[in-house]
């Protein structure tokens, strides 16, 4: 079992650009979760998928982020464009529906905007 | 409303002593499990211990036990014998309803624990 593997670990791009986050969850598992890490905000939940349909996107700050689940084994999570302010470690975790056990997250990912 | 509250943002600890990191929760949900979880500084999130809302005796995993008190919503972490390593940020999730797929886990503000030798 590979765990959850996001891709890239670091990220660092100029303000403006686009920025995609990738994600292969656990195989097996049928949800999918995407949360922000700041010192200021904390852990956040962006958004989660449920058999790859997105459930609750509430937590999306803007428009300019956007995430997909085409297919069980892949996700991304795009910034366009990127802002300073979204600097911030990005945590994709999977988990098997109506089960507790198993919310395995990612080594993250660390996004810098300059 | 904060759903998760975490009311300690640093503890300290001496080395083989036990400690206890706060948790209090709000949910109208008769269905919930709580979690908790270990963020060393190398930044990973590590699973220690699961609770749910309807089982009868408090969860233990080696060194790590949940108090669930569920008429006052609270589930602290207590871990006993502290080591080194056990520095480290400790965060408390909760994951609410699972009808109709709904199965969403938030988390606390976290408790930054130092063990000291």
């Known amino acids: 079992d590979a765990g959850v593997i996001q891709s890239p670990r670091h990220e660092v791009t100029e303000m403006g650009q686009e920025v995609t986050l990738r994600c292969k969850p656990i195989?097996?598992?049928?949800?999918l979760f995407w949360y922000r890490q700041t010192m200021m905000r904390g852990l956040e939940l962006l958004i989660y998928?449920?058999?790859?349909?997105?459930?609750?996107d509430s937590g999306m700050p803007e428009d300019r982020f956007s995430a997909k689940m085409p297919n069980a084994s892949f996700s991304t999570l795009k910034i366009q464009p990127s802002e300073p302010r979204d600097s911030a470690v990005y945590f994709c975790?999977?988990?098997?529906?109506?089960?507790?056990?198993?919310?395995?997250f990612g080594s993250g990912t660390r996004l810098t905007v300059v | 409303a904060q759903k998760i509250t975490q009311t300690q943002p640093g503890m300290f600890v001496q080395e083989k002593e036990a400690v206890t990191l706060d948790c209090t929760y709000d949910?109208?949900?008769?269905?919930?499990?709580l979690f908790w979880y270990k963020q060393p500084s190398s930044g990973e999130m590590i699973f220690l211990i699961y609770?749910?809302?309807?089982?009868?005796q408090n969860a233990t995993e080696g060194r790590y036990s949940l108090n669930f008190q569920k008429a006052r919503k609270s589930a602290n972490l207590v871990i006993s014998a502290s080591q080194l390593g056990d520095s480290a940020m400790y965060f408390c999730?909760?994951?609410?309803?699972?009808?109709?797929?709904?199965?969403?886990?938030?988390f606390g503000a976290g408790t930054r624990l130092a063990v000291h030798p």
């Open positions: 949910t109208s949900d008769p269905s919930y499990g």
């Open positions: 975790a999977s988990s098997l529906l109506q089960r507790d056990y198993g919310y395995t």
């Open positions: 998928f449920n058999n790859n349909v997105p459930i609750d």
């Open positions: 999730a909760m994951r609410e309803g699972q009808n109709g797929g709904y199965n969403k886990l938030i």
């Open positions: 195989s097996g598992h049928n949800s």
């Open positions: 609770q749910g809302s309807y089982d009868q």
